[in-house]
């Protein structure tokens, strides 16, 4: 499976993005697909996942409520769709797969069977 992430942007503070990740590959609705990001100077860190059903998706509290996680396995492709953008929400997002979905094997970095390359997102105050 490749991964191709984009989307990201420059945009202001409250602003919307919406980052798309395009998969490669005859299996795609077999995997969690998740989000992860990394800001200057700091760990990459899990953002969002879903699962192969698309019902089951989990975040990390800094984004609850202002990201969506979504996929449309007819396109092989997952979203993230960001509002109430903040500045701390700057960074490089990657978009990941698993055949692993869960949140405690998400919410580490290592583990994933796929890495798409980041696009950066940055949120001007």
């Known amino acids: 499976v490749q991964l191709q992430a984009s989307g990201g942007g420059l945009v202001q503070v409250g602003g919307s993005l919406r980052l798309s990740c395009a998969a490669s590959?005859?299996?795609?609705?077999?995997?969690?697909m998740g989000w992860f990001r990394q800001a200057p100077g700091k760990e990459r860190e899990f953002v969002a996942v879903?699962?192969?059903?698309?019902?089951?998706?989990y975040y990390v509290d800094s984004v609850k409520g202002r990201f969506t996680i979504s996929r449309d396995n007819a396109k092989d492709t997952v979203y993230l769709q960001m509002n109430s953008l903040k500045p701390e929400d700057t960074a490089v997002y990657y978009c990941?797969?698993?055949?692993?979905?869960?949140?405690?094997?998400?919410?580490?970095?290592?583990?994933?069977?796929?890495w798409g390359k980041g696009t950066q997102v940055t949120v001007s105050s």
């Open positions: 879903i699962g192969r059903d698309t019902f089951n998706t």
């Open positions: 590959g005859p299996t795609f609705s077999g995997y969690a």
């Open positions: 990941a797969a698993s055949r692993t979905y869960g949140s405690n094997f998400w919410s580490r970095v290592n583990g994933m069977d796929y």
